[in-house]
């Protein structure tokens, strides 16, 4: 046993060897190095024979060059979920990539006034569009939608009270929960009536002094149905003008054209929430608006003025790459080219037909493991919880399941290293067989699918035509390949 310890070689040969293949910081190459040499020992310690050097360099190799990938790194979305925020919600447009390029690349006028040579505001870039393609009369955008909750609590209702319908105190995702945002705004959280029913009466009996605002919360991620009642919005504008408190309406998505045309389910438009009588009205710009990820706030003059003056608005900015690209999003909005120029809509605008052959090729690549089903593409990101787009899928199945297969196609399968043979490598179990890893290697960019009643399915509707051969050739490798090595181990 301690004669096998001793013929592993040691850092400075592992060193020597890494050497030869380039350069790597050497505080990185001795980490790396004694990295792989741990894990020599141990794979000896469990009774393996001790690693050659050239084995254990190339777990050195591959422990630098992981180290020297980016963290964050593009990947193919074939769940059918349009806006995953898991996956960074909306694809941006070209227009919106390019400006936010220039804007990156250079020096700016973000807080500079041209026509003044003076100090400008970044609060301006976007105001215009907003109004433009809201009818608000003012925009101002913040972070991220949680930013912009947080903010027009803590700026009109601290120390005061929120009413809120149980229904809408609800938790949107990631543990964020309405409840938990007001007591954090140091608002107090009034809640009214049921689960189910809430009624404009229930608004009104909780009415009192200390009442700042009713708050509307848009039900992005779950649907009430059945015995159901919620006021119309008109209808709690006229509360909230006769009792001299606000109306805010949390729309989550923020849609600004209809949902119908693209035969979804109708969704809530910010112009609807503030033409029926919202004093604010919040909303995501990386959900259906189909840009980077911030928080617009909208509505009166003054309630915007107010909050563009207070402190939090520095806190809680948008930086100029988010302008430029929220800008070049909007712009799309009052060109009318959206659904030419914004991926989200591109994609929903997808016709059925379009997908049938793109999912038939890749069930195809497939051979036996493969078939066609008639699928549901989700829109997510908190709209249109009920309803999906019709779409064709690829359902795939293989011996050791669609768990496994999701794995294999994300390049996250079992613990192997891509692109060494069966047996050769360091770390077991070497279920692994040569295929696998050959897969793993060509699954760059990662493929992500979702599992469904034992199979996999992959949905051509939110992945780009460019990457369809390579989805085609991950599953062909995977599947038809490899289908002897499937059924080793
Ligand atoms: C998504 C969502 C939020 C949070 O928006 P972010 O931009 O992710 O911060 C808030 N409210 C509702 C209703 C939502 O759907």
């Known amino acids: 046993m301690s004669s096998t310890f001793r013929a592993i070689p040691s850092v400075e040969a592992v060193l020597g060897e890494l050497r030869g293949n380039g350069s790597w910081p050497h505080a990185l190459a001795v980490d790396a190095a004694r990295t792989a040499i741990t894990r020599a020992r141990e794979a000896v310690a469990a009774g393996s024979d001790a690693p050659d050097l050239a084995t254990i360099s190339a777990e050195a190799e591959t422990i630098l060059t992981e180290l020297a990938r980016p963290s964050l790194r593009r990947l193919v979305n074939a769940s059918g979920v349009i806006l995953q925020t898991n996956l960074g919600r909306a694809p941006l447009s070209e227009r919106a990539m390019a400006a936010m390029g220039e804007a990156a690349r250079d020096y700016t006028n973000l807080e500079f006034d041209l026509d003044e040579g003076a100090r400008g505001s970044r609060h301006e870039h976007v105001r215009d569009l907003l109004r433009r393609t809201t009818g608000a009369e003012d925009g101002l955008a913040v972070n991220n939608n949680a930013a912009a909750l947080l903010m027009v609590l803590q700026v ?140 617009l706030i909208t509505g009166r003059g003054e309630l915007v003025a107010a909050m563009r003056r207070h402190p939090l608005a520095r806190a809680l900015r948008v930086d100029k790459l988010a302008i430029a690209a929220l800008n070049a999003t909007l712009m799309a909005y009052v060109a009318g080219t959206e659904r030419e120029e914004i991926p989200v809509w591109r994609m929903l605008a997808l016709k059925r037909e379009q997908l049938e052959p793109r999912a038939r090729a890749w069930a195809e690549a497939a051979g036996d493991g493969g078939r066609v089903v008639e699928s549901q593409t989700m829109i997510g990101g908190g709209a249109a919880p009920g309803t999906g787009q019709p779409t064709w899928c690829a359902a795939l199945r293989a011996e050791r399941g669609a768990e496994w297969l999701a794995g294999a196609l994300r390049g996250g399968g079992p613990p192997i290293v891509a692109g060494r043979g069966a047996g050769e490598g360091l770390l077991g179990p070497r279920g692994g067989a040569e295929w696998l890893a050959g897969a793993l290697g060509e699954a760059a960019p990662p493929i992500v699918a979702r599992v469904e009643a034992g199979e996999l399915l992959l949905d051509p509707r939110t992945v780009a035509e460019s990457d369809d051969e390579h989805v085609a050739t991950a599953i062909g490798v995977l599947l038809a390949g490899g289908a002897s090595g499937a059924s080793q181990s």
Do not use: M, W
């Open 156 to 295: 009109f209702a601290r120390g005061r009270e929120v009413i809120v319908s149980r229904g809408e105190a609800v938790e949107i995702g990631g543990r964020f929960r309405i409840p938990d945002v007001l007591r954090e705004s140091g608002a107090r959280l009034v809640e009214v009536g049921t689960t189910n029913r809430t009624y404009v009466e229930d608004y009104a009996n909780a009415i009192t002094g200390e009442t700042a605002a009713i708050l509307r919360v848009h039900r992005s991620n779950f649907q009430v149905t059945g015995f159901t009642a919620r006021p119309e919005l008109g209808e709690l504008a006229a509360l909230a003008r006769e009792h001299d408190v606000l109306l805010l309406d949390d729309l989550g998505s923020g849609c600004l054209v209809e949902t119908a045309d693209y035969g979804v389910e109708h969704e809530p438009t910010v112009r609807e929430s503030l033409a029926g009588g919202a004093d604010l009205t919040l909303f995501s710009g990386d959900k259906l608006l189909g840009g980077p990820q911030c928080g």
